[in-house]
């Protein structure tokens, strides 16, 4: 199957200070790459679809000025996060399909701002 | 508004047993269902994918079945290994290829040996 390589696997930060993660696809071009968000116990929840060479699609509730995605190749798309703050701290995942059916998801990043 | 509902949210089962995780949604017109595997704190391993116009899937241990007009999936595990330990995921595909999933909170199973 498809391969989506997600980096860093974990991370820790000084609140204020910005994160990106980075998150590609080995094997194949996507188009569209969507992150997500999980909390413990909890779904995982989508934040925004990311399509190359535009701007991204939020979901409702989650601010693109502190969640800034990037998507300026068929292979690679990147979430910053922005003036990290505590409540940020989460398990971030990426996802993409190639032309299949299937979604392939990243390995995922557990972000922690201390 | 989709949403996707997985019961039990925990199972602890003996090795050995035959166990079946089952996974609702709201709305019937889905393009597909998927179920995945996540363990603690890593990403998500896709077990099974059925198309809309599929009742069910097998690879090896594993078989999911899907009635999409009563908005139900189960997701069967034969003779339960302790390496089986881990939360199962149900996300469907509600329109076409290309767009997000919407995920249930899955079910943690725990297998003892």
């Known amino acids: 199957g498809a391969v989506v390589s997600q980096h860093p696997s974990w991370v820790i930060c000084k609140s204020g200070t910005s994160v990106k993660i980075e998150c590609r696809s080995l094997d194949f071009q996507a188009t569209t790459m969507f992150w997500y968000r999980q909390f413990p116990k909890q779904s995982l929840m989508l934040m925004a679809t990311s399509n190359e060479g535009s701007k991204a699609t939020y979901e409702q509730g989650v601010e693109k000025d502190k969640f800034l995605i990037n998507h300026a190749s068929l292979t690679l798309s990147t979430l910053t996060v922005t003036s990290a703050h505590p409540e940020d701290s989460s398990f971030y995942i990426c996802s993409a399909q190639d032309r299949g059916p299937g979604a392939f998801f990243g390995q995922g990043t557990r972000l922690t701002v201390v | 508004k989709q949403e996707v509902t997985q019961i039990p949210a925990a199972l602890s089962v003996p090795e050995g047993e035959n166990l079946v995780l089952n996974c609702s949604f709201t709305?019937?017109?889905?393009?597909?269902l998927q179920w995945f595997r996540q363990d603690p704190g890593k990403g998500l391993t896709s077990l099974l994918l059925?198309?809309?116009?599929?009742r069910e899937q097998t690879s090896g241990r594993l078989n999911a079945s899907l009635d999409k007009s009563s908005g139900r999936s189960t997701l069967y595990i034969a003779a339960s290994q302790p390496g089986d330990s881990a939360t199962y995921l149900c996300a469907v595909n509600s329109n076409q290829a290309g767009t997000a999933l919407i995920f249930g909170k899955g079910t943690t199973l725990s297998v003892s040996s």
């Open positions: 059925i198309q809309s116009s599929q």
């Open positions: 709305d019937s017109a889905i393009y597909n």
